[in-house]
């Protein structure tokens, strides 16, 4: 152990290590012996399923003859995919978390962005326990907390409802119109936390002095925040941004949940709901081809935002 | 307690299972073709895989273990993911000898090659005369074949809360038109209170109805299924409860076995409810406050024959790849015709048996007194007697019911009707059929 370690030492300091690792044997026996952890579940429980999912995405099934013949998949080329563009559900499932992503991330990343600036002001007392209370919600698992907010949401048992409908509000939180809003509420309670605590630990590392020297130019707490604390932190902002445009792509349990409460949620209601709808009438193969254009539509639009934004933010 | 229930509704467990299986799909390997099964008795010592659904049903098993000690039976509960964990299996080629599969599945299965025909053992085919008729030819196919045996049905009747009838001065309706008319009577008398709800979600339920109207959902013919999910007969049905709801007759905001349906029950917002014979035990545990409230009567009908329809129920099927398959038929046989082992499923998981045998089991021949003590129980089985015996399922049933539903959800919601929903779920069924290379065409 002292041994791999001092080793691995002296690659860190030596200048021409990297090169020379390449050729080394017993050091690449060490690394190796470092990255299998990774790599093995990386490979098994990651590439290989997409692979598999490639693969599958690309076959069709056919039969033998009869009312109950008997099938066998076969290669069908990009048929699945041609499928999939022209399936109405699918592209009104995207349209409608495009809708959600539009309005619930920027309202989620801000409500983050103020509370950690609060957190990051001299002024909160209780700092911990306000930064432990707005973080709780992340510890609670996305099914239990869509089920905790489908009874706030019921109109027979809830008691928010009660208390609307006596004050002469008539809320509907499932009917149509508003059952997607209730999963972006739920959505929103569950992650603000989590990003917040993004955001407030990237607060943390700008050292002190500059908030000095501001100080000493005669800048507010207010502009402070805005012109230097805001845009320090910008890589933090934009980085939330893409795992929250990937949260919303793969929107499932939220409104899986609702559903069981609501009709007005229905089967295709999100990309990854229509893939495990078609999964279950056993039609894998265009399942798979579902899931492939999801993830590439996810990973264009992360890497889009990513691109669009580096310069700005420093990345 | 009913599979149906259950599997239809909610569970932290199955959204989560659900997002697993997303992860990983599978393929289907092209099979050889099913040679004839054999049917002779394997010598010495034999293990049968049983996989199911039914609480209790170790503790039946238990008991033909004790009896048989040559066929020993080793039980599963996929209550969590039924059909998922089964075509998995299936795929893996680690499917058990028998499993439970509810009707309504059985076609899908079989276009999976997921059986083996036990007609080779005499004993499978001599139970036909055991069992109630309509299930016969469910899991035959409608054919010669033996593909499963009927386990339990769900045989439907109308649930009245008598005291509320009475209290309006509303007569316990026989036929449709009477029920409309006391779900007219009902709101006037209290606008808060209505007959019954529409579960949008809950094609199972509304297939049930369809089932009692004479509709036949599929044909087959000139070798292409025949769709037919949007038959007149349908269309009438469809039509009888579009206007229900159109004239906020019902309520069409409780999911069925919700704990939002049981609060609008107990706070007698509801005076009636459809359902199968699994059902008494629903209100039984749930609504305990309401007992000697409840009583149940025939199903309202649309003619003068009286016909009833089913929902839900179970077959426990012959899977492929079973090595004994002359031990199975075995046990399957006492597991669903013998009376201490019906008498023993209906007491520990509330199976209301498929077989005629099971009608006259002693706990079924009693009042209940949940009931009034009335002996509901004759009520079911003189429905299950008056059930169209030439309903087919499809083979893309979920698929189609997911379409039914999400149609019909509109529909409640004002975007459509309940008659644009069957023409959704014909289209979904043509389309699914394709995409699975199973020739189909719409019937007429």
Redesign the interface.
């Known amino acids: 152990m002292t041994d791999i370690a001092t080793r691995a030492t002296r690659v860190v300091r030596s200048p021409g290590g990297r090169r020379r690792l390449n050729g080394g044997g017993p050091r690449a026996g060490t690394i190796f012996a470092f990255v299998i952890p990774f790599f093995l579940p990386f490979v098994l429980f990651y590439l290989v ?1 997409v692979g ?2 490639l693969w ?1 995405s690309v ?5 033998t ?9 076969t290669f069908g080329g990009f048929e699945q995919y041609g ?1 999939v563009f022209q399936n109405d559900e699918f592209w009104s499932s995207i349209g409608r978390i495009g809708l959600f992503g539009i309005v619930q991330v920027p309202v989620m990343l801000f409500v983050a962005l103020v509370i950690a600036l609060l957190l990051d002001t001299p002024l909160l007392r209780l700092k911990s326990a306000f930064r432990i209370a707005a973080f709780m919600p992340y510890a609670v698992p996305g ?2 907390a869509a ?1 905790m907010w489908s ?1 706030l949401y ?4 809830s008691p928010v409802v009660d208390l609307l409908n006596d004050i002469g509000l008539k809320p509907d939180f ?3 119109g508003a059952v997607l809003w209730s999963a972006a509420n739920i959505s929103t309670w569950l992650w603000t936390g989590y990003n917040m605590l993004i955001m407030f630990s990237a607060l943390q590392s700008i050292p002190q002095e500059l908030y000095e020297a501001a100080k000493l130019d005669g800048a507010s707490n207010w502009a402070i925040a805005w012109r230097i604390k805001v845009p320090i932190i910008a890589p933090s902002i934009v980085l939330t941004t893409v795992f929250s445009i990937i949260g919303t792509l793969q929107l ?2 939220e409104p ?2 609702l ?6 949620i ?3 209601f999100t990309p ?1 709901m229509l ?10 193969q ?3 081809a579902i ?1 492939v254009v999801i993830a590439v539509i996810t990973f264009v639009l992360s890497f889009g935002f990513m691109r669009l934004t580096s310069k700005r933010a420093g990345l | 307690m009913s599979s149906t229930v259950t599997r239809i509704r909610l569970g932290a467990v199955a959204v989560a299972a659900s997002v697993a299986v997303l992860a990983g799909c599978s393929s289907s390997a092209p099979s050889a073709k099913t040679s004839a099964a054999s049917c002779a008795p394997a010598k010495g010592k034999v293990t049968l895989q049983y996989w199911n659904t039914v609480p209790g049903m170790d503790k039946v098993v238990a008991l033909w273990n004790k009896k048989n000690p040559d066929i020993q039976v080793e039980t599963k509960n996929i209550s969590n993911d039924q059909y998922g964990t089964l075509g998995n299996a299936l795929k893996a080629g680690k499917a058990p000898d028998l499993a439970q599969v509810g009707y309504d599945e059985l076609p899908n299965l079989r276009t999976q090659s997921a059986f083996v025909d036990a007609s080779a053992c005499s004993a499978a085919t001599a139970a036909k005369s055991k069992f109630v008729p309509w299930t016969w030819s469910q899991t035959s196919f409608g054919n010669t074949g033996v593909f499963a045996l009927p386990q339990d049905t769900g045989p439907m009747a109308l649930y009245v809360r008598s005291d509320i009838f009475k209290k309006y001065g509303v007569a316990i309706p026989t036929t449709w038109d009477e029920y409309a008319a006391a779900a007219q009577k009902l709101h006037k008398a209290d606008s808060k209170l209505d007959i019954t709800f529409f579960d949008p979600n809950n094609a199972e339920w509304f297939n049930g109805l369809l089932w009692q109207s004479d509709s036949q959902m599929y044909g087959y013919s000139g070798g292409k299924w025949q769709v037919t999910v949007a038959s007149q007969q349908s269309k009438q049905v469809a039509d009888y409860w579009q206007k229900l709801i159109s004239g906020k007759l019902v309520r069409t905001d409780l999911a069925h076995g919700s704990t939002q349906m049981y609060a609008a029950y107990q706070q007698n917002q509801i005076a009636s409810y459809i359902g199968a014979a699994w059902g008494y035990s629903m209100f039984r545990d749930n609504l305990p406050k309401q007992a000697g409230k409840w009583t149940i009567v025939p199903m309202p009908t649309w003619g003068s024959d009286g016909a009833s329809g089913d929902w839900g129920g179970s077959t426990v099927a012959f899977m492929k790849g079973s090595k004994h398959l002359y031990e199975s038929v075995k046990f399957n046989t006492w597991l669903n015709t013998d009376p201490e082992a019906l008498a023993l499923e209906n007491q520990l998981g509330g199976l209301y048996p498929a077989a005629d045998a099971g009608l006259q089991l002693p706990a079924l021949s009693k009042g209940v007194p949940y009931y009034n003590n009335e002996k509901i129980f004759d009520v079911f089985a003189a429905s299950s007697k008056k059930i169209n015996t030439s309903f087919a399922w499809g083979p893309t049933q979920k698929t189609v019911n997911l379409a039914l539903q999400d149609a019909m959800a509109k529909a409640a919601a004002g975007d459509g009707t309940l008659s644009d929903a069957l023409a959704a779920a014909q289209a979904a069924a043509l389309k699914s059929m394709k995409d699975q290379a199973i020739p189909a065409a719409a019937g007429k």
């Open positions: 399923p598999y999912a599958q076959r069709v099934v056919r039969r003859g009869g009312q109950y013949g008997t099938s066998y998949t499928k099914v239990i089920i009874y019921s109109p027979q048992l499932l009917g149509p499932y349990a899986a949940v559903r069981q409460i609501s009709s007005n229905s089967s295709t990854n893939a495990y709808a078609v999964a279950s009438g056993n039609n894998y265009q399942a798979a899931s």
